[in-house]
């Protein structure tokens, strides 16, 4: 990407691929938030040993949560720095790379259980999103279930801008360190967010925006609960669960959803 030209695709390629962003993923471990356990929960016991496919599988941390309910398990992403980290912290996985755009690689019904999470989707452009909706649907087997989540249009999470980021410790050298790299990550967040606002374009059911992770390293895609809905019912699924990233517990379709930040969604190809 050469200076002054702004692209969603390159921006965040670029920022999934860098040191500090591949070793903030090889230190995440466990659940995200009590959603992604309730999600998973609810899928498990249907897809045990049957076929799943783990989209932006990152440096791993789904790996070890979806491995034990199947090892007929594939992770996939489109960044080679994250590939590699994946592969070295699980040896005996199969970790391909590969972008959710093109699934080529698989035939179709190949799988039962077809996963992005942490809001992985987001990262893609509309019409990318489009086609990794079509790709999912066609690799899963009917009655296959799709299981990610996504940043709502409506939640606390929107249109944040830069803030100093400060936890307080006794210690007076871990105080200087915290102090300066807070100071740091305050001014490249301001940077990338005086640059990357250019591309924000908000819409009431749909938005692009900067967005707060990686100091506000990336450009995503918000949608409101009933625009996913549309769009997973446009390639052909059928919602069955939506849950709340903050408790865990579903949400309704007429629900105040402005305290959600994401929603993981569970859609079954009929
Ligand atoms: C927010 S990180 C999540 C990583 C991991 N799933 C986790 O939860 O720890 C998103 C990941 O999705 C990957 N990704 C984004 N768009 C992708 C695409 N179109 N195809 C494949 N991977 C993609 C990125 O490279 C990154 O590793």
Request: charged share 25%; glycine share 8%; hydrophobic share 40%.
């Amino acid at each position: 990407m050469s200076e002054g030209e702004l692209d969603l695709d390159a921006i965040n390629r670029r920022a999934w691929k860098e040191r500090a962003t591949v070793g903030a993923y090889v230190r995440l471990q466990g659940w995200t938030d009590p959603g992604e356990q309730a999600a998973v929960e609810h899928v498990a016991a249907q897809v045990r040993s049957r076929p799943i496919l783990d989209i932006g599988v990152g440096a791993g941390r789904t790996t070890a949560i979806l491995r034990p309910i199947s090892s007929d398990y594939v992770g996939i992403d489109y960044t080679q720095e994250m590939v590699q980290a994946c592969r070295a912290a699980h040896p005996g996985a199969r970790i391909e790379h590969m972008d959710a755009r093109d699934l080529s690689a698989f035939e179709d019904g190949r799988f039962a259980l077809v996963v992005f999470s942490y809001n992985g989707i987001d990262a893609v452009d509309l019409a990318g999103r489009r086609q990794v909706l079509r790709e999912v649907h066609r690799v899963l087997q009917p009655g296959g279930l799709f299981l990610f989540s996504a940043h709502n249009r409506q939640g606390p999470g929107f249109g944040e801008g830069p803030r100093l980021r400060f936890t307080f410790s006794w210690n007076p050298l871990k105080l200087g360190w915290r102090a300066l790299q807070s100071v740091r990550s305050l001014a490249r967040s301001a940077r990338n967010h005086r640059r990357f606002r250019a591309l924000n374009e908000p819409h009431p059911d749909w938005a692009v925006m900067n967005c707060a992770a990686h100091d506000f390293g990336i450009v995503i895609v918000y949608t409101t609960l009933s625009e996913q809905e549309r769009q997973l019912q446009a390639a052909g699924f059928a919602t069955e669960l939506v849950v709340s990233n903050v408790d865990g517990r579903p949400v309704a379709h007429d629900a105040d959803t402005s305290g959600i930040t994401w929603f993981h969604y569970v859609a079954r190809k009929p």
